[in-house]
């Protein structure tokens, strides 16, 4: 079993989430394409079984940030759903905030929020505003702990000329700001968040995380966020845990992960025609019809790059983080050594 | 009790969010007295060729008329509603959020969606109603009132439980929604008394497809037809079912979110 | 020419696939086109019953039959366009649409007609069926019998050019719902699938027979009935044809306007 890099700090006393061999197998229908393939499937139907999560354990302690990155289908959600009590596990155990989650008790879910990235809660038609009376019924808060925190997260948020406009009518980071402020009316101690940032923009990543960021300093919630985007990460967690194909391939501080297996960039450059010699600016990766493309140490990314486009008839440059596949294999390729 | 807090809350969220569409008024008005057209003119037709159908005067079959508008409306205000946006919910994930909320799940989802609009049917149904009440020249006494006020009920109950069970099997079924045209056609038999159909098919309109106890019960309530042991199995079926649905409704959600059976 | 069978074929293919996997929506349909003429079935051999066992000419098994018919034909004919349009235009499927260089109605057609591969032989099966229940009386005619399909393939042309055209609503208005609604209505009565038209007073029949409705539905049922003489089934063709011809120049012009219409508003 890879555990390399596994972060086991001092056993925690009272970890606000905890999970120990968590396992999730589904049955998925299989189908081939054609004609007889489809008549066939209507008196018989193939499953197998697909382990979405396959044994994973970890624990975070009360008002952490911890990063939950990995490429799509690598069981993220799938393992939000479990701590969140929508999805029962297969096998393993777990508990947040001492309560079983798939038990789905009112006082756990009274202390739980999740705010999935594109999803709404929001009534289409009405303003924000309207939707959150819903919270406070569902929620059974008080008129005053109510009115307080929706002015906090209206000032965290910068909602005030939003909240009063039908939610149709906002764009979408507008309403994912309304989204989030939904979501945490109820001052939740545990907040999992899946792809938050999905398909917005970038100033609106960065003011969401930076909100997040600020969320915690101030109400001390645990938080869990999930993203296949290494910026979200970066800017939130000091701690990463690191899922692939439902395994658990690293958990521990960011800046070492980085360190180890993020410590390029990729500079693409356009020219007319690929040059003969191209060196001391990196390694290269690739030259095709004149497109570049290299790979080169942090550090050097603006030196490389005033130098490349200073000595070369360069067209086009971009500079670009490795994708996070890239990342998971050399953490693979770093275990298998 | 915050669980009618709950609905009255529910109730005014969708009331806002229709509002919002002040066309729909017209376009449900519209609807309505296009269906009712539709029935008194199949009533034209066919009492064009006789005086009585199955024992039910014409102005009775008016009244039943009324019951089914009524009923219609009861179902399209919140049932229909509700059930529609859970089977979506299921569908696009959306029910998760409804699941991390902590109050009773069935009770959420069976209250998210008011069509406000269709309390027009019930306006118009007690329309139809009083006049074909008021031409029969009969007085509805408050005993009356209150029995059919129950068998309203117990249909009511009837329904909603039968749709809770459909809504429940789009955990397992995919396309579900077209379940719900089949309630739409097979409730079109409740124009008519279910008294009509030949025994195999007045079955399945009682006890497949409850259109006989949300309809047919409640206006022979009103007609002077109504016999105690039809009245006592209505409510007795109202309860029976209303347990089912919600055994079924639990078996459904631990589908849902992958408990091992 | 062999394109147009081409996308025919492929378009039939998918909507085949489409259907078998959702294999409870089919059943689901059936029943609610079974449950219509059904009711009325019942309804009018109540009435037939108490009124001395004939009404109109009609007996109970007169009445059997002529809604079994009826029910054949109409899921022959039946078409779910106008839903679907509303739908496309909703949900702006509608653009993908218009940038293919086939027009829009073959694709349409041959999604209709592979679902009445598999639903119609199912029909057929039910209306057998329930003749066991019913009891119609059946008279056929020979050269009744071989009217009979082509007056059933006229008339699907026929609505489905009608209902094509009215399905091109969607791309002026939101609120087709009423319009369709009001269709239906019309469809209802006027096309026979309350009571045969000959039940209907004198000016309700004129307009069904003045209007294409009489020609989508019943024509077909009255002929396989034997209620027509040669003579005026020979009419009813020309009805037919007469309206299918002004149901393409419709289709052409309401296509082209609506497309114009569309692409304005924005697409």
Redesign the interface.
């Known amino acids: 079993m890879r555990t390399g890099g596994v972060y086991n700090p001092p056993a925690m006393t009272n970890p606000a989430v905890h999970v120990h061999e968590l396992t999730k197998v589904y049955k998925v229908t299989e189908r081939e394409a054609g004609m007889a393939a489809a008549l066939r499937s209507l008196v018989h139907r193939k499953t197998e079984d697909v382990r979405a999560v396959d044994g994973i354990s970890f624990d975070l302690a009360p008002g952490e940030v911890v990063g939950f990155l990995g490429p799509n289908g690598a069981g993220k959600t799938t393992t939000l759903k479990m701590l969140s009590g929508l999805l029962h596990p297969t096998a393993g155990s777990l508990s947040v905030l001492g309560f079983t989650p798939a038990r789905r008790e009112r006082d756990f879910l009274r202390q739980i929020t999740l705010v999935m990235g594109q999803r709404n809660q929001l009534v289409w038609d009405i303003p924000a505003i309207d939707t959150f009376e819903l919270s406070r019924a569902v929620y059974r808060l008080p008129a005053a702990d109510y009115q307080h925190t929706l002015h906090e997260l209206t000032e965290l948020l910068d909602l005030g000329p939003l909240l009063k406009k039908p939610v149709r009518n906002l764009s979408l980071g507008e309403r994912m700001k309304c989204e989030i402020a939904a979501a945490l009316l109820h001052r939740p101690k545990v907040v999992f968040l899946d792809e938050p940032t999905i398909g917005l923009d970038v100033t609106m990543q960065r003011r969401i995380r930076a909100f997040f960021a600020d969320y915690n300093k101030r109400f001390g919630a645990t938080i869990l966020l999930t993203s296949h985007y290494m910026n979200d990460v970066e800017a939130l967690c000091r701690r990463v845990i690191v899922i692939h194909e439902g395994k658990l391939l690293f958990d521990g501080d960011l800046a070492a992960l980085l360190q180890r297996f993020s410590s390029h960039k990729t500079i693409v450059v356009q020219l007319e025609t690929c040059p003969d010699r191209l060196e001391g600016y990196g390694e290269v990766v690739s030259c095709e019809d004149g497109l570049i493309t290299l790979r080169v140490p942090k550090a050097e990314t603006s030196r490389t790059t005033a130098r490349l486009l200073a000595d070369l008839p360069v067209i086009d440059l971009t500079v670009e983080d490795p994708p996070i596949e890239e990342v998971i294999e050399r953490v693979f390729a770093q275990e298998a050594e | 009790m915050s669980a009618l807090r709950l609905v009255w809350t529910f109730f005014r969220i969708g009331v806002m969010g229709e509002a919002a569409y002040r066309v729909n008024f017209v376009i449900q008005l519209f609807q309505s007295l296009l269906g009712l057209l539709t029935a008194l003119g199949g009533l034209a037709v066919v009492f064009a060729y006789t005086d009585t159908l199955g024992g039910w005067r014409p102005d009775e079959v008016v009244a039943l008329v009324g019951v089914y508008i009524l009923v219609g409306g009861v179902i399209g205000v919140v049932i229909q509603p509700s059930m529609e946006a859970l089977i979506e919910g299921v569908h696009d994930g959306s029910l998760d959020f409804t699941l991390t909320m902590p109050e009773e799940a069935q009770l959420l989802v069976s209250i998210q969606d008011v069509d406000i609009w269709q309390v027009l049917n019930i306006l118009l149904g007690f329309g139809v109603l009083g006049v074909a009440l008021s031409r029969l020249g009969e007085q509805v006494d408050v005993l009356q009132a209150a029995v059919f006020g129950l068998m309203i009920l117990a249909g009511g109950a009837i329904v909603y439980a039968f749709w809770l069970i459909l809504a429940t099997l789009s955990f397992w079924f995919v396309r579900v929604e077209n379940i719900l045209v089949i309630f739409q056609s097979v409730y079109e038999a409740g124009r008519w008394p279910v008294s009509l159909y030949p025994g195999w098919l007045r079955f399945g309109l009682t006890f497949l497809v409850p259109v006989a106890f949300a309809v047919t019960v409640p206006a022979e309530a009103l007609t002077g037809r109504l016999t105690w042991q039809t009245g006592l199995g209505a409510v007795a079926l109202a309860t029976a079912l209303l347990v089912v649905s919600r055994v079924f409704w639990k078996v459904g959600l631990r589908n849902y979110s992958g408990a091992s059976a | 020419m062999t394109g147009l069978v081409e996308v025919y074929q492929q378009q039939m293919?998918t909507s085949?696939?489409a259907m078998?996997?959702?294999?409870?929506?089919l059943v689901?349909?059936l029943?609610?086109q079974v449950?219509?003429p059904?009711?009325?079935l019942?309804?009018?051999s109540?009435?037939t019953a108490?009124?001395g066992g004939e009404?109109?000419g009609y007996t109970r098994g007169d009445f059997a039959a002529y809604f079994l018919v009826l029910m054949l034909v109409n899921n022959i004919t039946y078409s779910w366009i106008m839903h679907e349009y509303e739908y496309r235009v909703r949900e702006g499927t509608l653009s993908a649409a218009l940038l293919r260089p086939v027009h829009p109605i073959h694709a349409d057609i041959a999604d209709n007609l592979s679902s009445k591969m598999i639903s119609t032989p199912m029909m057929l099966a039910l209306a057998v069926g329930l003749g066991f229940?019913f009891r119609p009386t059946i008279h056929l005619v020979p050269w009744a019998l071989a009217a009979f399909l082509p007056a059933v393939a006229l008339a699907f042309v026929l609505r489905f050019l009608i209902e094509w055209t009215l399905a091109l609503a969607a791309f002026w208005t939101t609120?087709v719902?009423?319009l369709n609604?009001?269709y239906y209505?019309a469809l209802?009565?006027l096309s026979g699938q309350?009571?045969p038209l000959s039940?209907?007073p004198g000016f309700v029949q004129a307009i069904g027979t003045a209007l294409p409705f009489r020609w989508m539905i019943s024509f077909p049922v009255e002929l396989l009935l034997g209620n027509l003489t040669p003579a005026q089934t020979l009419i009813g063709f020309a009805a037919q044809v007469a309206w299918i011809a002004i149901g393409l120049v419709l289709v052409r012009l309401t296509w082209r306007t609506g497309v114009r219409q569309y692409s304005a508003v924005g697409a």
């Not at chain 3, 078998?20 to 929506?25: D, E, G, K, P, S």
Request: glycine fraction near 2%.
């Open positions: 293919k085949f696939a078998l996997q959702y294999r409870a929506a689901i349909w029943i609610s449950l219509d059904v009711i009325y019942v309804v009018w109540t009435v108490a009124s009404v109109g229940v609120r719902s009423a609604q009001t209505v209802l009565f309350v009571a039940l209907f």
